[in-house]
């Protein structure tokens, strides 16, 4: 009997640990406030989301809170001293997929955000992030996962929250770097080699992220690879079978962005390229 009740609680553990993304109930809406807005402040942030205060559950999310995933992650100028940014959530049918709008963010992207809660397992849902003046965005994961948690009445896996925050905050740090859309897909191309990393030394994994990189016209710096190779250990220790679904159909409409820039890069040289002839042409004809 003991060795079965022993069995027993290992399975529950393994299905614990590989639990896909709870189904949310559609229509469901939160707003979540950073504790340190004033009362102006408030309804500026209404306004931005187009709800009249009193309309929605409303909850805040305390600057305490916010370092709990991002203390130790980002620089102290990053995180500061008061919770400003805000969110609305509303969850939409199965296999809706997210979207995701940002106002007044200066750090954070759309697309940052989108990579990083498909990572924390949240999927179908209408998500809004914004603050009455510009803040760098990283805190309002916090706020998302709180209303997420208050709607479903369970708890996200830690271990994912943790390791979605980091993966913002890398993919931020990464878009410091080279461009913002590219940043994203190129943190996606190595979720969605996670079954493959996992049997992989660092050194392997190193030279994996180099050919990414590289792929998209970039030689990240060791600082910078480093960080990558320990967010894709993080991430490996989460259920990928979802994750790398999502991702996918993530990675289809975010490669139509990044060719759309490429074109756009592509427009803007021939101009340039255009002009410069036009002026070689008037130098050569008056000598």
Request: glycine share 6%; hydrophobic share 45%.
């Amino acid at each position: 009997m003991k060795k079965f009740l022993s069995i027993l609680l290992v399975v529950c553990a393994l299905l614990a640990l590989s639990v896909p993304a709870f189904a949310l109930s559609e229509g469901e809406e939160r707003v979540v406030l950073g504790a340190d807005l004033t009362e102006d402040q408030i309804l500026n942030v209404y306004g931005q989301f187009g709800l009249t205060r009193g309309a929605v559950t409303e909850l805040t999310v305390s600057n305490s809170e916010e370092r709990q995933y991002l203390e130790g992650l980002v620089d102290e100028s990053v995180i500061g001293t008061r919770s400003i940014s805000c969110v609305y959530i509303k969850t939409l049918a199965a296999n809706s997929g997210l979207t995701v709008s940002a106002s007044n963010i200066t750090w954070c992207t759309e697309e940052m955000y989108k990579a990083a809660l498909m990572t924390a397992g949240i999927y179908d849902a209408e998500v809004k992030v914004a603050a009455p003046f510009g803040v760098s965005g990283t805190a309002a994961l916090t706020g998302i996962y709180k209303a997420y948690e208050n709607i479903t009445g369970v708890q996200l896996q830690q271990q994912a929250k943790e390791a979605a925050t980091d993966e913002l905050v890398i993919t931020a740090e990464l878009a410091d770097q080279i461009d913002e859309v590219d940043a994203v897909a190129i943190v996606n191309e190595l979720k969605l080699l996670l079954d493959e990393t996992k049997n992989m030394t660092d050194d392997e994994l190193r030279a994996q992220v180099v050919q990414i990189a590289s792929q998209y016209g970039y030689t990240l710096d060791d600082a910078t690879i480093s960080r990558l190779i320990g967010l894709c250990r993080d991430l490996e220790g989460l259920s990928t079978d979802e994750l790398q679904q999502k991702v996918e159909q993530f990675k289809d409409a975010l490669s139509s962005v990044t060719h759309y820039a490429q074109q756009v890069q592509g427009f803007g040289a021939k101009v340039a390229d255009f002009f410069k002839n036009v002026v070689s042409f008037f130098k050569n004809l008056f000598g």
